[in-house]
């Protein structure tokens, strides 16, 4: 079979609307560029320490989380196209907020308020891919949003690293929110709202059953624990391996977006295929598992490292394995686990275990990468993703069951 037949193959048979909830990622995405170049943002034009920055990248962690609650609870008692749309709406407004503002008390305040609204829209973008998708098509219809994302981070970090050398940090600000307002619209006249329908007595009883809750499934629990400790570790590629490749490799922004670009550009060209050839082919905590071990060896690609272009290369392909074989898994257990009538609190939960990642991935990182050493960091990351490799394949023996 030729590559392009492979290609073909691993996109048929996707319903429309799925294409279009990727056409709203990939415009959204594309201008995802502020939490990518971030921390050289505090650090370099606003004059903070990588610690300072470290905080308050937190924040967008704690914004995260609690936005990422309220979506899955209005998205269980309202309708997931409403808060789809006003989270880009809302978070490309609050991101204007940026270019006005240069106090460290201010600028984590805006940070905290556009994560509560950029990450209100997952569980609700979740609940709309479980209704768009069938259990037969479901891994790919996450791999398809996946790629659209990716392939926005992709066109992103390049043109946001030359904006940043060339124009400046703040032209970046306006970038995202014109392609949020731009991603709104798209949702707005082409998704149908047809399939929005108003709860039933008897789906309102499952939601009044606290027994369904996810809060009540130990190995769903157990999961988010791990997949917030897999994306603390693999959330270093945005948090920390920035500040090495600047403060240590010596890279400029322009090298430092290639990087970051180049993950995401693996990820477009590569998952796909890879996802439609694997999905039925064995257990999805396996797969999981597979990945998650590729982490440490890409950190001890960076120990060893000594500064060369080309283990920074090799780096970038160990970790985005880690990501392509580990997040579209990851995300078929969370949609595929719940009763639809608790599809929010289940994606919801599923968010927030990487919003409790983007608050622990700088905070760790930078802070100990500022007290102790980036070689001290890496070696941390290497331990605790072993550990979790560990946790999965316990979870393996009775998520099942």
């Not at 490749?245 to 550009?265: D, K, P, Q, R």
Request: overall charge positive; hydrophobic content about 55%.
């Amino acid at each position: 079979m030729s590559l392009f037949a492979v290609y073909k193959k691993s996109f048929a048979n996707l319903p429309g609307n799925v294409w279009l909830l990727a056409s709203v990622q990939f415009i959204n995405r594309s201008g995802s560029m502020v939490l990518l170049f971030a921390s050289l943002y505090f650090t370099k034009e606003l004059q903070y320490s990588m610690a300072q920055a470290g905080l308050v990248m937190s924040f967008y962690g704690i914004g995260s989380i609690l936005g990422s609650y309220a979506g899955g609870w209005l998205t269980d008692r309202k309708n997931y196209f409403d808060i789809m749309f006003w989270s880009l709406i809302s978070s490309g407004l609050i991101l204007l907020l940026l270019l006005v503002t240069t106090s460290p008390f201010f600028v984590a305040s805006v940070v905290f308020l556009y994560a509560f609204a950029a990450d209100s829209f997952r569980p609700a973008n979740s609940a709309s891919l479980a209704v768009y998708s069938t259990p037969e098509n479901r891994t790919r219809s996450v791999s398809l949003l996946r790629m659209a994302i990716n392939l926005g981070f992709s066109v992103g970090p390049a043109i946001g690293g030359i904006i940043a050398l060339h124009f400046g940090y703040k032209f970046l600000f306006i970038i995202d929110s014109l392609t949020s307002f731009g991603a709104a619209a798209l949702l707005y006249f082409y998704l149908p709202r047809k399939n929005i329908r108003k709860r039933t007595k008897t789906q309102q009883a499952v939601l009044d059953d606290r027994s369904t809750s996810a809060y009540r499934d130990i190995p769903y629990l157990f999961f988010i624990l791990l997949v917030a400790l897999y994306a603390t570790c693999f959330f270093q590629l945005f948090a920390s391996v920035p500040q090495y490749f600047s403060e240590v490799c010596h890279y400029n922004e322009g090298t430092i977006g290639f990087m970051l670009g180049l993950n995401g550009l693996l990820v477009v060209l590569i998952e796909m295929p890879l996802i439609a050839y694997f999905e039925h082919k064995a257990s999805i905590f396996r797969f999981i598992i597979i990945a998650v071990l590729a982490i440490p060896i890409a950190f001890l690609i960076l120990l060893f490292s000594s500064g060369t272009i080309g283990m920074a290369i090799l780096y970038t392909l160990f970790i985005t394995f880690a990501e392509i074989f580990a997040m579209p898994f990851m995300m078929n257990f969370a949609l595929s686990r719940p009763p639809k009538e608790r599809q929010g609190q289940y994606s919801a939960l599923y968010s927030i275990a990487y919003g409790l990642a983007l608050i622990a991935a700088p905070s760790i990182g930078l802070g100990i990468a500022a007290t102790y050493g980036f070689n001290s960091m890496f070696f941390l990351i290497i331990a605790t993703s072993c550990l979790v490799a560990m946790g999965f394949a316990v979870l393996k023996k009775y998520a099942l069951k």
